[in-house]
Structure formats: C-alpha cells, structure tokens
C-alpha cells in the first residue's frame, strides 16, 4: 500500500503578489463603475447597489468575528480594531444616511482602509483562505461605500465631519489603549508596529510614531476636506442625490412662506345716537 500523500501547504500571502494586485484593480475598477451607477443610473438602483454593498459587508465582518473571538482569550480576540469598526459606520451611513456615520466612512474609509489595501498587515493563508477574503473583502467594501456616497451621490464633508471623525478616533484609542496595556493585545497597533510591512516603519520609533501618526491623520484629513469646502461653499453635506426619505410636511400646517397674509375682519360700524332731548 502507498502512503498517504500529504496536501501541500496552502501558499502564503505575498503582498504585491499577483493575488494582492488583482484586488487593487479590482478595486479600482468597482470604485469607477459605482460612481458611475451614482450618477446615472435611477435611484431606486442606486440604493439597491448600497444596501448590497452594506448587507454583504455586515454579514461576512460579524461571521468572521464571531468566528475569531476565542473564549479561552477574550481581550486578544476583542473586535477592536478600527477595521472591526469601519464596516458598522459604513452600513449604517447607506442605509441610515446619518451625517456622523457618513463622516467616519469618509476619514476612515478613504484614508486608512485605503492604507491597509496598500501596505495589508495579513499574515495568513493566499486566495482563497477565509482571511485573505475577509481582509479584503471589508477593507474594499468600506472604500466603495465611501465611493458611492460621496463622487456617486454627491455627499459632501464639512469641517464639522471633519472635527467629529478626530474625536471618534482619538475615543476609540483612549480606552483601546487601556485594553492593550491590560491585556497585552496590540489593538490599532499602538504598543508596537505590525510584524508585516507597514508605512508605520517609516515614522520612527514607539512610541514616536504614533504621534508621528496622529499629525499625518490631523493634515490628510484636512487636505481631503479643503477641496469640498472650496467647491462647494457653504453647500451642506449630502446636498446632493439622496435616496433617503425626507420627513413630509402636514397638509394641514403646510402654509406657503411667500403668501401674504390674509386681511384682518374688518369691525361693524358704530351706530351713532343723536343728541338726546
């Protein structure tokens, strides 16, 4: 009898591999062809393509983390990374249309899902292993939310987004950060750098990168702010398309602003009495 063949060893990922630049193109291309649904296509197309995009985001990141939390290590298998997040903000903005969820899609989506696309910190198994999928499958959905809602729906940040985004981010590491130093986790990666390549190795040494960091998120978040701003004026966000109902105004209160108001009744003549004898 022969002996049982082993099966090879699954290959391991090699960022800027063929697999690695295939979901880069495929993200730029899926990035091009939302805006264009978002600016021709009707509607009720567009909000189908958002709530496919959020329904698949949802179901694949809350699997994969009910999957991954280990009960024998609760704190070093916590949810806690803002990718953990970012997939929550960018469903919700689709579907709820909320300014503040659409503000953390923005910042987060276009800035550090686009970073963790560039330089993954993935050290498992190639395509098709269940980490490569969800790594990129959530880190490309959350920047094709962005996308759609802000070139393809016309949403626009304001510096209100803008400041809410930093104090999002900044209450998100305060206690995260706590839950690193009591249980020796590395969530956001602010005890130490990634094992894998990173741009964090050009920023210097713990803990000096991370304030290295945190200007770099203050002046990018405000360089993708700046151009709204300038071509927009004081154009509201999310002045553009919507797919979300408006509250509709009462037939009975609605009253035009522009019609004059109608004449008081005029009083009944006083009758005059002549001089009594």
Known sequence: MHAAVPPPPSPVFLPWGPSHLAVLAITVLGAVALVVIGRRAGVRTVRVTGLVLAGVLVLMT???????????????TLPLQLSDLAPYAAAYAVVSGRPWAYALTYYWGLTLSVQALLTPALGGGDFPAPSFLVFFTDHVLVVWIAVLLTWGMRRRPTWHDYRF?????????????????LSG????????????ASLLNLLGPWPWYLLVEAVLVVGIWALITLPWQRSTGTRPAGSGRSWWPRPRSSSRSAVSPTAPAPPPPESPPRSRRGPSA
């Open 62 to 76: 809350a699997g994969y983390q009910i999957s991954a939390f280990d009960p024998a290590h609760p704190w070093l």
């Open 165 to 181: 985004a930093l104090a999002a981010t900044v209450v998100w590491a305060a206690p995260t950060q706590v839950v690193n130093a």
């Open 185 to 196: 986790a590395n969530y956001g990666y602010l005890d130490h750098k990634p094992e894998t």
